[in-house]
């Protein structure tokens, strides 16, 4: 490996136009040195650079304007490396801008280019992008990952790309971030920023940066502006920072579309997406989470929630960041769109949308024991005590009504039959020899009768249920396969807390833990849940439910008030 440097301003291909007299091979690193190169041929070296070689000049750069391959790292230093005006170009290598104002790695105003690698911003303090694209740039395609700038910023603006304007298309074949800058100030350090009129196409992740401190600038993992639009298949996460935060991993920033094709996460510092224009749109076709400390996925503006349907609900949350409200919106203005639960299925007096729920939910000394209920479990079940409080008043009501009705029916007539007929020398015998033969008849014939008859309805009609609902209550599912924490997959039965519930690797306490079928739960049919369980302290199952094998079903996770529902597929293992 060696340094090559340009003599004089050419074409690659004269050799006056080197160092050495002849053409640079591979492995050598090659320096502008101050001049222009034109590149009129295809290139293989170990880079192309504009920063200075020891005992050389900074500045120059390399030209090109035709189709060409250059297999090598383009790395900036005080001025473009390499400028593109026309042709198709492939280049296979790292690009990364310079140190100086504008020293970018490539920038391009004409033409077809396609990266073959990484593309990072400017790792000094300066307004250098790693690719600027401007009025006249047809495409350009990165099939790798864009960083914005590096970790020593303060108030410049310095992307992975930039497209400052133009139509033209771009697509990123890899991950995006912002910058993990220590201080933002007033800068923008983003991984990509769209400033065009044509359509950026994102299929990866997105990220937004982080560090100490981001003030009145951001670290966006990717922005979109003006009137163009920015698709991204793939999820988008906020970034963290220290301080304060202004890392979303998407921004809407001006007038124009973004589209969501993924999950959108949250983090404690910074939304997933956040617009700050006023008539932009994002639509959005994924799941949004909010983070621990209530930060959004969506921060807020118009946010188109299906792609192919009409809207059917929006978060509004006034720009000083107070707790937001959700309405739900249908046809014909009716507040409420078709898959809303019905006020049945809403524990009463809650308000959603412009209905109110009327479902009555029992306290937990009512429901049987260890069975979900609210956000806790139920503490009911059979004692001794429970047994004679629910038996005994009934049979004691019993005897006594019992009791009544005969003596009224038949000792009273007796008793005044032997007044009317006998002398008053016979009443009392009579009375005796009456009272008691209608006693021991009544005893033998009536009493007991009525009292085991007692015993034996409530103990069909209380006992036996109640042991029942208790029965029921310890194997939740209505299958015969039991699935916990540690289910897996048909491939891995057992995967150790594969369904364990957590956040930020804490587990959550006391969460409601559901099963539906997956063609219930596409349905939106969320009434006829297959199992249920709750978690204990560590985010594990209190008990297994069970379930049918080889179904596909639906696992929720819920803690009303604290942790939306969070949502895994699963297919039970098993023949």
């Not at 006998?422 to 009292?451: G, H, R, Y």
């Not at 309805?457 to 006992?463: E, F, K, S």
Request: aromatic letters at 4%; proline letters at 4%; a negative charge.
């Amino acid at each position: 490996m060696a340094d090559k440097w340009a003599v004089q301003s050419g074409p690659w291909s004269d050799t006056a136009t080197w160092n050495s007299g002849a053409l640079p091979l591979a492995g050598d690193d090659v320096f502008a040195d101050g001049f222009t190169v034109t590149i009129d041929q295809n290139v293989a070296v170990l880079s192309l650079r504009t920063s200075q070689r020891s005992g050389g000049t900074a500045g120059g750069g390399f030209a090109i304007s035709s189709n060409r391959t250059i297999a090598a790292n383009v790395i900036a230093g005080t001025t473009p490396c390499l400028t593109m005006t026309a042709g198709d170009v492939a280049i296979t290598g790292n690009v990364t801008g310079g140190t100086a104002t504008s020293a970018h790695g490539v920038s391009q105003s004409g033409g077809n280019l396609t990266v073959t690698g990484n593309v990072m911003a400017a790792q000094a303090n300066v307004a250098a992008h790693g690719i600027s694209l401007t009025t006249g740039f047809s495409s350009l395609t990165i099939n790798g990952n864009v960083l914005s700038a590096g970790t020593a910023f303060t108030t410049v603006i310095a992307h992975g790309i930039q497209i400052a304007s133009g139509g033209g298309s771009a697509t990123v074949n890899g991950n995006v971030s912002g910058s993990v800058s220590n201080a933002i100030t007033s800068g923008t350090l983003r991984g990509v920023n769209h400033a065009g009129t044509g359509l950026v196409t994102i299929n990866g992740n997105v990220t937004g940066g982080g560090g100490t401190s981001v003030s009145t600038g951001d670290a966006a993992g990717a922005s979109v502006g003006s009137t163009g639009t920015m698709i991204i298949n793939g999820n988008v996460t906020g970034g963290v920072a220290s301080g304060t935060g202004n890392t979303p991993g998407a921004l809407l920033a001006a007038n124009g579309v973004l589209v969501v094709n993924g999950d959108v996460f949250a983090t404690e510092t910074s939304n997933g997406v956040r617009p700050t224009a006023a008539r932009g749109l994002i639509r959005h076709n994924g799941h949004q989470y909010t983070s621990n400390v209530g930060m959004v996925g969506i921060g807020s503006g118009r946010v188109l929630i299906h792609d192919t349907n009409a809207m059917k609900a929006e978060y509004r949350r006034d720009i000083g960041g107070s707790p937001g409200t959700i309405r739900l919106l249908g046809t014909e203005n009716s507040g409420i769109f078709d898959e809303a639960p019905a006020p049945g299925d809403v524990r009463a007096g809650v308000v959603y949308g412009e209905s109110t729920g009327t479902l009555a939910v029992p306290p937990p000394g009512s429901v049987a024991l260890g069975v979900p209920i609210d956000n806790t479990v139920g503490t009911a079940f059979l004692t001794q005590a429970n047994i004679e409080a629910a038996i005994v008043p009934t049979i004691e009501s019993a005897i006594a009504s019992e009791i009544e009705t005969q003596a009224t029916s038949t000792v009273v007539p007796a008793v005044q039959q032997a007044i009317s007929q006998q002398t008053t020398a016979l009443i009392v015998p009579a009375i005796e020899v009456v009272v008691e033969s209608a006693i021991t008849t009544q005893v033998n014939d009536i009493v007991v009768p009525a009292v085991e008859g007692g015993i034996a309805q409530q103990t069909t009609t209380i006992i036996v249920p109640a042991v029942q609902a208790a029965v029921a209550a310890v194997v939740a599912g209505d299958g015969d396969t039991p699935v916990n924490h540690d289910t897996g997959t048909p491939q891995q039965p057992v995967i150790p807390d594969n369904l364990r519930f957590v956040s930020g690797g804490v587990g959550i306490d006391n969460a409601t833990i559901r099963a539906f079928l997956k063609s219930d739960y596409d349905a939106g049919i969320f009434s006829m849940p297959r199992g249920r369980a709750v978690t204990r302290s560590d985010g594990r199952w209190v008990a297994p439910m069970f379930l049918n094998a080889g179904m596909t079903y639906v696992i929720t996770f819920e803690k009303p008030g604290i942790f939306a529902v969070s949502t895994k597929e699963i297919t039970v293992p098993g023949d």
